[in-house]
């Protein structure tokens, strides 16, 4: 397996970014392409491990040694093969996945892991740029239509596994434009929209359809599909947002990040009637959530100009280092640095906010905080507020980033389905089917709020149980057997 001595003779190295001072002029991808044979030496770190259990970490099964050795030796088309055999959309994954496939390296043990979400980022790249993404459309159809609700990542790879098993397939998006949050949520510095709009293209080319602006369950009835289409998948995502139930907050300046951030995607994409613009330029910006979606808040005000950015997380400041009650080779909740972050905000720990303060025009002005700690009581933590901390912060614009809580229920509703408790649509794991004979979901509206690999891994699981409804056999994939050499 590629170069049995590499993890000892080279040195993890990551992509460069250029300078903030010059990227925050832009809205474009700001990463430095590493020279090819950097890349070669990151994939030669891959240790021949007896069990690798990178592929346990990934939500795929991504088949990364493999990959990398392929990479080692120059074989880049190899590479791509193997990479699209297990996951459809590597130029996303490559981007925006966390990586828990890294957490997860063996070598991650007592040293830096393998470099593995870069290689896979230049692996599709190289394979776009010679020619070897084409379109495969299947050889023979079955007759078989099937509805995929949802243009995410669990619904477009759900409508590609279906599409090659030679199904009919149509995909619903209520916005404008296919890609769900890839493409109204994840800001353009970090993917832009052409990256979206190649891959569609070739799904286009395949064979899939795709019917955009139509809002199931308001334009058209959910029931209507079920008489319409042999089968139903829904891949809606877990969009209603988590608000914040304290004084002020339905002041004028107090936005929730999902509507921030999805129109300044508008915005870039020269979309000129965005309805009343919210803007963070010349403002004191406060994002409220310090994960994913707080970061992409940051680095967007930022780049509007903001007068100062800072950024409120009700948790305790992580560590830079693996947690002792989170060993190898699980995904450990430590301290992470984002690219938005570098680029200018002050991060607050362990920080609650309490009221917003408007002034008499219904404007925000201020918010008002608590620090907070969290204090193990009958052997679960809680939440305790320490006297004598608050604080008043002036503000203009406060960015509620807290995450999502679960589905919205119109088409569960209208198809009768069925919600769990956590009001994310409720279907097995083992076959992703609901209480409703036809109807299936996958991705965020089936699990909760996750990660884009998962939701993936989830439209993937959920076209071959699809596939087994329709025909009684599938020769699709289950996670990590991966497809056909088919790109």
């Known amino acids: ?71 080692y030796r120059g074989k880049w088309e190899k590479a791509s093969t193997i990479l699209h055999a297990t996951n459809n959309f590597p130029e996303f994954t490559g981007r925006l996945c966390p990586a828990p496939c890294e957490e997860a390296c063996v070598l991650g043990i007592n040293e830096d892991p393998v470099t593995i979400e870069n290689i896979e980022k230049n692996i599709v790249e190289q394979a776009f740029k ?19 609700i949802g243009s995410g990542p669990s619904g477009l790879a759900t409508a590609q596994q279906l599409n090659r098993a030679g199904h009919l397939v149509t995909v619903f998006e209520r916005d404008e434009k296919v890609g769900g949050l890839l493409r109204y949520g994840i800001p353009d510095f970090k993917m832009e929209k052409k990256v979206i709009d190649r891959r569609v293209a070739v799904l286009e080319e395949e064979g899939i359809v795709f019917k955009t602006n139509i809002h199931i369950g308001k334009d058209i009835r959910a029931e209507e599909l079920k008489s319409d289409f042999d089968a139903v998948v829904l891949c809606t995502g877990a969009t209603v947002r988590r608000g914040l139930p304290v004084k002020g907050v339905d002041l004028k300046g107090v936005v929730q990040a999902m509507d921030f951030l999805p129109q300044n995607n508008r915005r870039v994409d020269g979309i000129k009637d965005l309805g009343e613009e919210i803007l963070a330029t010349d403002k004191n910006v406060i994002v409220i959530g310090g994960g994913d979606t707080g970061s992409d808040c940051i680095g967007t005000s930022v780049r509007h100009g903001a007068t100062s950015v800072t ?49 008499k025009n ?35 614009l406060a960015l509620l980033a807290l995450g999502f809580t679960g589905s919205e229920p119109t088409i569960a509703e209208q198809l009768g389905v069925d919600m769990d408790v956590r ?13 409703v004979k036809g109807i299936f979901a996958a991705g965020d509206t089936r699990r909760g709020q996750s990660l884009i690999v998962w939701a993936i891994a989830e439209g993937r699981q959920a076209a071959y149980h699809v596939d087994m409804y329709l025909m009684e056999t599938s020769n699709l994939p289950l996670k990590g057997e991966g497809d056909l050499p088919r790109i």
Request: with cysteine; aromatic share 10%.
């Open 130 to 148: 010679n020619g070897w993404v084409k379109a495969n459309p299947p050889k023979e159809r079955t007759g078989k239509t099937v509805a995929v």
């Open 1 to 71: 397996m590629g170069k049995i001595t590499g993890f000892l003779e080279f040195e993890r190295e990551i992509e460069q970014y250029q300078p903030v001072k010059d990227r925050i002029k832009k809205y474009k991808e700001f990463t430095v392409e590493m020279p090819e044979e950097q890349l070669k030496n990151q994939g030669a770190r891959c240790m021949d491990c007896g069990i690798p259990f990178c592929h346990s970490g990934c939500p795929l099964g991504n088949l990364i040694p493999d990959f990398n050795d392929a990479v």
């Open 423 to 435: 009001t994310n649509i409720k279907a097995t794991e083992d076959n992703y089917t609901t209480n």
């Open 311 to 359: 950024n409120f997380e009700i948790m305790g400041k992580g560590t830079t280092e693996r947690p002792a009650n989170q060993p190898w080779p699980f995904w450990p909740m430590r301290l992470r640095t984002s690219s938005s972050h570098q680029e200018g905000v002050e991060r607050n720990w362990s920080i609650s906010t309490k009221e917003f303060i408007g002034d």
């Open 362 to 396: 219904g404007n925000l002005k201020s918010l008002i905080t608590t620090e907070v700690e969290w204090v193990k009581e009958n052997g679960r933590f809680t939440l305790k507020e320490i006297p004598n901390t608050e604080k008043e912060w002036k503000c203009e």
